[in-house]
């Protein structure tokens, strides 16, 4: 009876730490390796060395969504930025600064008025207002 219950013990004690680790998503679990023999049991045995697992990725949590660049919409990636936009941006972070805007005389005599949210950037979604209003007024 003894033998039985340590037999038990040893059994539960050996599952804890999976059930532990299964319950913290947090942190991916490590891969377990199989251990290869030092030297094969006969002479006419081959060994096959064992082939580590491939670790899981790690899920993406559920708000971590990719998102654009700042002050680029959404649909900014589905469609081709517009040429001039694109020209303008010299470090491609998606907006077109005070600095950018010199490289064109019509963007930097009318930055301030496209920079609708004051934050000194252009960003697609100003510009593609600012062009729409612009081909309104040529109307």
């Known amino acids: 009876m003894k033998n039985i219950l340590t037999v038990l013990a040893l059994a539960v004690a050996g599952s ?7 319950a913290d998503p947090a942190q991916p679990a ?6 290869t023999p030092a030297t094969p049991a006969t002479p006419t045995q081959s060994v096959t060395p064992a082939v580590p697992a491939t670790p899981a ?4 949590p559920a708000g971590a969504a990719k998102t654009p ?15 001039m936009f694109k020209e303008l941006d010299q470090d ?3 907006q077109i600064s005070k600095d950018e805007s010199k490289r064109s005389a019509e963007t930097q005599s009318s930055f301030d008025s496209m920079d609708t949210d004051h934050n000194g950037k252009i960003s697609l979604v100003e510009w593609s207002a600012a062009d729409k209003a612009k081909q309104r007024s040529k109307q």
């Open 92 to 94: 491609k972070d998606g």
């Open 57 to 60: 990725q790690p899920a993406t």
């Open 16 to 22: 804890l730490p999976v059930a532990v680790t299964a």
């Open 69 to 83: 660049p700042q002050g680029v919409s959404p649909e900014a990636g589905r469609t081709e930025l517009p040429p």
């Open 30 to 35: 490590t891969p377990a390796q199989r251990a």
